[in-house]
C-alpha cells in the first residue's frame, strides 16, 4: 500500500513539472490604453504563462512568439472590475417568491 501511494505521490509531482504554461502571441490587434487613451494599432501582445511578457508594434520575430492567434480587426482592452453593488438594499428583496 505504501508502494502505490509514493507511485501515486510522484506520478502526480511529474504530471505538474511538466505541465508548464506554453507561451501565446495575439497578434495584429489594437490595443487600447485607458491610461494615456491611445490605441496602437497592428500591436502583437505576448502572453507567457500568466504574465503579459510585452506588447509591442510592427513585425516580429515568428521564433519568440510561440504559438500565434491572428486578432486583425479585433480590440484589446485590460480586464475590467464590475464595482455595481448596492448597499443599502433590503434583504428581503431577494426572499420574495
Do not use: W
Request: some cysteine.
Amino acid at each position: 500500500m505504501k508502494i502505490v501511494r509514493i507511485c501515486i505521490v510522484l506520478s502526480v509531482l511529474l504530471a505538474v513539472s511538466i505541465a508548464r504554461a506554453e507561451k501565446i502571441s495575439l497578434v495584429g490587434a489594437t490595443v487600447i490604453n485607458p491610461a494615456d487613451g491611445k490605441a496602437l494599432p497592428n500591436a502583437t501582445v505576448v502572453i507567457d504563462g500568466d504574465k503579459i511578457e510585452r506588447v509591442s508594434m510592427g513585425k516580429q520575430d515568428a521564433a519568440t512568439l510561440g504559438k500565434q492567434i491572428s486578432c486583425v480587426g479585433k480590440f484589446i482592452l485590460p480586464g475590467y472590475i464590475d464595482t455595481h453593488v448596492h448597499f443599502f438594499q433590503s434583504a428581503d428583496l431577494f426572499t420574495r417568491p
